[in-house]
């Protein structure tokens, strides 16, 4: 076995620790600096496999072990039968790897025989178990709020959903297209998961950025904004900034951390779109109002659990009633912000109800000469089931199951009165 291939499954296993353990996102764990660009990239994909479907794994691996092993040894059973059963790994080259890591460390060493009986029994016959185990659920604090919104049926659906994971999602220019890539109903360019971003077509010249179908309806809502001064608020790292910008309108890209908007002043140059990059804090900053403004607000991200599946390991509820704080008081900063007759399309990445319909019932409820404009999904390629009962559109990982999902979403456009 190569070391570089021993070398990127200590990594993942280092990643998987730094999210069960120490409760870091996976965004923020850099792997070695002396990993090759590919063995990184493996180790990511590695990590994110165990922790995709690590409540089916440790029900395949509870049958051989006699009672449960310390977080150490059980990642690297995780990681091996993750392999073996995720990936589809020659069962030698993987058992031998996961017992070649565990004897490089005292507090592994001596738990490597069983680790090599454990994985030997995996390889054997654990597909079958593996086929037999319902998709990971999620965590409490979660699934119940979930469960009590959408019900049984749905919220197993959206479970699922997180369990196949993403394709990767692109929103294009105006005429480009890729060669194999699937043109959905919204517009957005969709290509198998898995590919390297920056080697494909139109990487370079600018042509296209990396946005989720769902995240791409929210500047939509919008309409025309040619010639419209429009202020992207928590805009990095960007997607969202550069449609305005390649829809013709004159943007202000606002964002609180001067490292996001860097990544987005990249993001600009190679796509060669023009935006005001602004580092201040949204509830404080200060300019002439806007004909427009996006607020992708501050949330849990659980709607992108399907992309990130290391978030339900780290968030909880606590810092859920503390963004839902923040989310209306930048609701309150936006219109504040917003010229007479203007729209404001409020939006979180969440499915809980809390940081998305109660937010702008709130708002509505705050503020006499506010409306909400009512989303007809079908125009936009969506479909009627879309739409929520106050106006807005409610998007979920289970929508388009036989085109590979979507993000998670909630999206609303408001007026202020004249």
């Not at 029900?59 to 977080?71: K, S």
């Not at 738990?111 to 319902?134: C, P, Y």
């Amino acid at each position: 076995m190569a070391a570089t291939g021993l070398e990127a499954r200590r990594a993942a296993l280092e990643m998987l620790h730094a999210v069960l353990w120490d409760k870091g996102m996976l965004a923020q764990v850099a792997p070695h600096d002396d990993l090759s660009p590919s063995d990184a990239a493996r180790a990511g994909r590695l990590a994110a496999d165990v922790l995709r479907h690590m409540g089916r794994l440790d029900a395949v691996l509870r049958p051989y072990v006699a009672r449960q092993p310390r977080m150490n040894v059980h990642n690297i059973l995780r990681l091996g039968a993750a392999e073996l059963l995720v990936a589809g790994g020659d069962a030698h080259g993987v058992v031998n790897a996961a017992v070649a890591i565990a004897k490089r460390h005292p507090g592994t060493a001596k738990a490597s025989g069983m680790i090599n009986a454990v994985l030997r029994r995996v390889a054997e016959d654990g597909a079958k178990a593996w086929a037999n185990t319902a998709p990971q659920h999620l965590p409490v604090w979660l699934r119940k709020p979930l469960h009590k919104t959408y019900g049984t049926e749905v919220l197993a659906a959206i479970e699922a959903a997180h369990e196949r994971g993403a394709p990767l999602d692109l929103t294009a220019k105006p005429g480009f297209a890729i060669d194999g890539a699937t043109v959905l109903p919204t517009g957005t360019l969709r290509l198998p998961k898995g590919q390297q971003v920056s080697a494909l077509p139109g990487y370079d010249t600018g042509d296209w950025w990396v946005q989720d179908a769902a995240a791409a309806l929210p500047v939509k809502l919008l309409g025309d904004v040619t010639g419209a001064r429009v202020l992207d608020m928590c805009a990095a790292p960007g997607g969202k900034a550069m449609q305005l910008a390649s829809m013709g309108a004159k943007v202000t890209a606002l964002d609180l951390s001067r490292g996001r908007l860097a990544r987005l002043e990249e993001n600009l140059a190679r796509t060669d779109l023009q935006a005001e990059l602004v580092c201040e804090d949204a509830l404080t900053y200060t300019a002439a109002p806007f004909d427009a403004i996006l607020l992708d607000a501050p949330c849990s991200a659980t709607g992108t659990i399907r992309r990130h599946p290391d978030l339900p390991f780290v968030k909880s509820t606590d810092e859920v009633e503390a963004l839902t704080k923040l989310q209306m008081q930048m609701i309150e900063a936006a219109l504040s912000l917003l010229a007479p007759g203007g729209r404001l399309v409020f939006c979180t990445c969440s499915l809980l109800p809390v940081e998305g319909e109660f937010q702008v019932k709130a708002a509505l409820k705050r503020h006499d000469g506010l409306r909400i404009l009512p989303v007809d999904p079908e125009p936009l390629g969506g479909d009627a089931t879309w739409a929520s009962p106050e106006g807005g559109l409610r998007l979920r990982p289970d929508f388009w199951a036989d085109l590979g999902g979507m993000d998670g979403f909630y999206i609303a456009c408001l007026r202020k009165s004249v």
